[in-house]
């Protein structure tokens, strides 16, 4: 099983990933952790330009696109291998937050045809204040106006996708709860 966190910066992935991934192993699970970008020499490039103050412009954008494609690729044959194991891959963002952080959503989703498709997707929104509060501000892409299109894109794309959408605004503990009460179904457990 393929199950990807999504939402904006400050959303609280990081954190909820790390639980997730405890809460498996203290079920018997080996799950698989995963992140986007990677920690390969293309993702510490992508990490590295997202800091620039270029990076919103076009041209920018489209070098990052190509980028963030490339280290995805790397990324699925170890989400395959995973998978053929038995583990459950869980990542922090997956090719969704291309197309949602990035223009041309047409020419993203072919750009990233061959990324496999999560089996299941949890979008963490909130409040676009309350991200920014915990933000660390290094990344160009950190301002509320650029926050609150991403926020509208994501709510978009997760009716059209089918994820489900959780308020982060809860709380870490009952965040966590909620990603267990829809994923523990999926692998025929109770909570």
């Known amino acids: 099983?393929?199950?990807?966190?999504?939402?904006?910066?400050?959303?609280?992935?990081?954190?909820q990933i790390e639980l997730l991934e405890k809460w498996l192993i203290n079920i018997g699970y080996k799950p698989f952790k995963v992140s986007e970008p990677t920690?390969?020499?293309?993702?510490?490039?992508?990490?590295?330009m997202l800091r620039s103050s270029n990076a919103s412009e076009i041209n920018f954008q489209i070098t990052l696109a190509l980028l963030f494609a490339a280290d995805r690729m790397f990324l699925m044959d170890k989400i395959r291998k995973a998978e053929s194991e038995g583990k459950i891959v869980i990542s922090d963002r997956c090719f969704y937050s291309s197309i949602v952080y990035q223009n041309d959503d047409e020419w993203i989703a072919q750009l990233n045809k061959h990324a496999k498709i999560p089996d299941l997707t949890i979008l963490l929104d909130l409040e676009i204040d309350t991200a920014l509060g915990r933000c660390e501000g290094k990344d160009h892409?950190?301002?509320?106006?650029?926050?609150?299109?991403?926020?509208k894109k994501y709510l978009k794309l997760a009716e059209t996708?089918?994820?489900?959408?959780?308020?982060?605004?809860?709380?870490?503990?009952?965040?966590?709860?909620?990603?267990?009460?829809?994923?523990?179904?999926?692998?025929?457990?109770?909570?």
């Open 39 to 48: 920690e390969s020499e293309v993702g510490e490039l992508i990490r590295k």
């Open 141 to 151: 892409f950190e301002n509320k106006v650029f926050l609150e299109k991403i926020r």
């Open 1 to 15: 099983m393929y199950i990807c966190l999504e939402g904006i910066d400050g959303s609280g992935k990081s954190t």
């Open 161 to 191: 996708e089918g994820f489900h959408v959780l308020n982060a605004e809860n709380g870490v503990n009952k965040t966590h709860y909620d990603i267990k009460r829809i994923i523990s179904p999926k692998l025929g457990i109770c909570i």
